[in-house]
């Protein structure tokens, strides 16, 4: 994740947190918080080892649909050592695929399998945004393409 990433999301979080406020989902292309050189992200109490088996995962959808957009939506923050952590359990996923053929890309691996996986029946009724490489919030429903179906995939 790139610094403007950084900077702009912890206030936002912070604000969240402090208002109770979880009407907002907000989002990052994969690339940027899945990256894994970068402990300022934690993806399901991974914060460097292991992700990328879910890269690896998410590779194989892209292989399936090079269409797919594929996001992970943020939850919270954590103080860590002196630092802040981002934490996310969640990829929200844009895909011509159907259903079927995302259960079974997701489900195939024995060690990494979600604990939900789900078409996103209220894609546009929640307001969610895509962080941007410059930190500015862009709406999510930009990233939907036509013939594109909304998923969610989630650890516990």
Same mark, same amino acid.
């Given at each position: 994740?790139?610094?403007?990433?950084?900077? =702009?999301?912890?206030? /936002?979080?912070?604000?969240?947190?402090?208002? &109770?406020?979880? %009407?907002? *989902?907000?989002?990052? =292309?994969?690339?940027?918080?899945?990256?894994?050189?970068?402990?300022?992200?934690?993806?399901?109490?991974?914060?460097? !080892?292991? +992700?990328?088996?879910?890269?690896?995962?998410? %590779?194989?959808?892209?292989?399936?649909?090079?269409?797919? +957009?594929?996001?992970? %939506?943020?939850?919270?923050?954590?103080?860590?050592?002196? $630092?802040?952590?981002?934490?996310?359990?969640?990829?929200? /996923?844009?895909? &011509?695929?159907?259903?079927?053929?995302?259960?079974?890309?997701?489900? =195939?691996? +024995?060690?990494?399998?979600?604990?939900? /996986?789900?078409?996103?029946?209220?894609?546009?009724?929640?307001?969610?945004?895509?962080?941007? !490489?410059?930190?500015?919030?862009?709406?999510?429903? *930009?990233?939907? =393409?036509?013939?594109?179906? $909304?998923?969610?995939?989630?650890?516990?």
């Amino acid at each position: 994740m790139n610094p403007q990433q950084k900077t =702009a999301i912890i206030p /936002i979080l912070k604000t969240v947190e402090a208002t &109770r406020s979880y %009407q907002t *989902n907000y989002w990052f =292309a994969y690339q940027d918080y899945l990256d894994p050189t970068d402990d300022f992200t934690d993806f399901v109490c991974e914060r460097l !080892e292991g +992700k990328q088996a879910y890269l690896d995962l998410i %590779q194989e959808l892209l292989t399936a649909d090079q269409t797919a +957009k594929i996001f992970v %939506q943020v939850y919270g923050y954590e103080e860590y050592e002196n $630092a802040f952590v981002i934490c996310s359990d969640t990829l929200i /996923i844009l895909s &011509r695929l159907s259903f079927s053929e995302i259960e079974h890309i997701f489900n =195939a691996p +024995k060690d990494i399998f979600p604990s939900d /996986i789900g078409i996103e029946q209220a894609f546009f009724a929640q307001q969610s945004f895509v962080v941007g !490489e410059n930190g500015d919030l862009l709406p999510a429903e *930009n990233f939907c =393409a036509k013939g594109h179906s $909304a998923y969610y995939c989630w650890w516990d």
